[in-house]
Every structure is written in structure tokens, then in C-alpha cells.
């Protein structure tokens, strides 16, 4: 599992995340799971086509065709995807999904609408994601476009920051809980760039951390076991500056 590598904001960072996919391809997984935020923005439409964005999905589309199956939960930086060919490389694409592994049983959701005390976030999230605002983006010139989605999120960053300071933890718990209702063993959770695990009897919710900042990522080895992994492209991610980078001021919530 990959959650939240925001690709585009290190030199490099693509080509590093499409090595670990195929490293752990190698390694004999056979799925991967994006936990959604993979690119610092993923809108589904031409208009906003980036060389890099083109680039990965060809690069995802490359790993898939060797065997690896891609599975994508949505994130709060992903809009208008499902049902495009953007969608292609990945065998699952949606709001949330799960695994059977070995005996375990994991399910996934990006994490962004567990925090239901974030108001403005809920608002935007319910103003952006919608038919109308679908139908928007495809008579509005690109430019406008980009231009509307960084303003909106640069005025709900400090908001959006604010609720990622502490965990909402008992939210997160509940969810565990609710993936237990629903027959899951476990709850895979992104969103919050912070590794951390709620467990209880009656749910445990994984928060895992970031890629953009950590470069690590979650496997599940055959018999279920959950293990955070390390990747080797971290030193040189912090050596290509992400560190000043994350002392920047942000233009954009994650």
C-alpha cells in the first residue's frame, strides 16, 4: 500500500515510486494499492494533462502489463477519474476497497472524510465533487481551471492543517469499527502523513505514513502480517531537498 506521495513536488519522485512498484513486483506481490494523493493533483480531463502525470500513468500502465495489479482508492487530490481513461492502468478504482490476504482480511479508504469535524473540508469536498462541478471543468478553459482548484485549496489549508495537527483518533476508531461490522479484519488508512495504529477488539484502524515525506510503504505478507517497509530511495529524496521544501509554506492542503 502507497498512500499519499503528492508526486510532482521532488525532482525525481515518480521515477522512485514507479522503481518500488516494481521492486515489490519482483519481490512476488501480485496487487498494489494506491491509497489515493498519488499526484498532487489528478483531475480526469485532458485540460489538465501533465507531462508528469502522462509519464506515471504510462509507467503504471507498464507495471500492470508485467503483472502487477493496481488498485486505486480515491483521495481528496483525485477528481473526476472513475469512468475516464485515466482510470485505465488500475484493475479497481473507487472510494474505498479490500484484500483477502492468507487469512487476514484489510479494508482501504483514503481517509480524508473520517475527520467529519472538518467543516470546511466537507463543504469544498461536497462543492468540488459533484455532477455540476464535473460539468464545469469541461467548458472551462484549463488555465481557469488550475487556477480555481489552487486558490481553493490555498484558502482551506490553514483549516485542513489545523485538523491534521492531532489525529482525530476516536473517528479513526470508529471506522476500525465499522470495517469490523463490515466483515474486515482491519482498516487501512492514508490521508494524515502520520504512521500510527488505534487497536481494540472491536476494530484497528492502520494510519500509515506518507510516501512524500517518509518513502515508506505497508505490505502484507502472505499470511496476513502487516509490515511498514523503508523504501532505499529515502536518502536520496532527502538529499534532493524535501526537507526545505516541507519547512515551505504550503499553497495547498494534502
Given at each position: 500500500m502507497f498512500a499519499d506521495s503528492h508526486l510532482g513536488q521532488v525532482e525525481g519522485?515518480?521515477?522512485?515510486?514507479?522503481?518500488?512498484?516494481?521492486?515489490?513486483?519482483?519481490?512476488?506481490?501480485?496487487?498494489?494499492?494506491?491509497l489515493g494523493d498519488i499526484f498532487h493533483y489528478f483531475i480526469g480531463h485532458p485540460k489538465l494533462e501533465t507531462p508528469l502525470l502522462r509519464r506515471t500513468l504510462d509507467g503504471f500502465a507498464e507495471v500492470a502489463a508485467r503483472g502487477l495489479q493496481l488498485r486505486y482508492v480515491e483521495g481528496n487530490r483525485d477528481f473526476f477519474v472513475a469512468g475516464t481513461p485515466y482510470a485505465s492502468p488500475f484493475a479497481a478504482y473507487g472510494l474505498t476497497d479490500g484484500l483477502v490476504v492468507g487469512d487476514?482480511?484489510?479494508?482501504?479508504?483514503?481517509?480524508?472524510r473520517v475527520n467529519t469535524a472538518d467543516l470546511p473540508y466537507r463543504f469544498w469536498r461536497t462543492i468540488s465533487k459533484n455532477p455540476v462541478a464535473r460539468a464545469a471543468l469541461g467548458v472551462i478553459p484549463g488555465r481557469l481551471a488550475r487556477g480555481i482548484v489552487?486558490?481553493?485549496?490555498?484558502?482551506?489549508y490553514r483549516s485542513n492543517f489545523r485538523h491534521k495537527k492531532k489525529l482525530p483518533e476516536e473517528a479513526l476508531r470508529a471506522e476500525g469499527r465499522q470495517a469490523r461490522a463490515q466483515g474486515y479484519g482491519a482498516l487501512l488508512v492514508g490521508?494524515?502523513?502520520?504512521?500510527?495504529?488505534?487497536?481494540?477488539?472491536?476494530?484497528?484502524?492502520?494510519?500509515?505514513?506518507?510516501?512524500?515525506?517518509e518513502r515508506k510503504h505497508a505490505e502484507i505478507a502472505p499470511d496476513g502480517r502487516l509490515s511498514i517497509v523503508e523504501e532505499p530511495s529515502v536518502e536520496r529524496a532527502r538529499r534532493r531537498g524535501f526537507g526545505a521544501l516541507e519547512a515551505a509554506p504550503a499553497s495547498a492542503p494534502r
Open positions: 519522485d515518480a521515477d522512485d515510486l514507479l522503481a518500488s512498484l516494481e521492486s515489490v513486483r519482483q519481490r512476488g506481490f501480485s496487487a498494489a494499492v494506491l487476514a482480511t484489510y479494508a482501504f479508504v483514503h481517509g480524508d489552487a486558490r481553493t485549496e490555498a484558502r482551506l490521508h494524515f502523513h502520520v504512521g500510527r495504529t488505534f487497536a481494540a477488539a472491536d476494530g484497528v484502524t492502520h494510519v500509515l505514513p506518507a510516501w512524500l515525506e
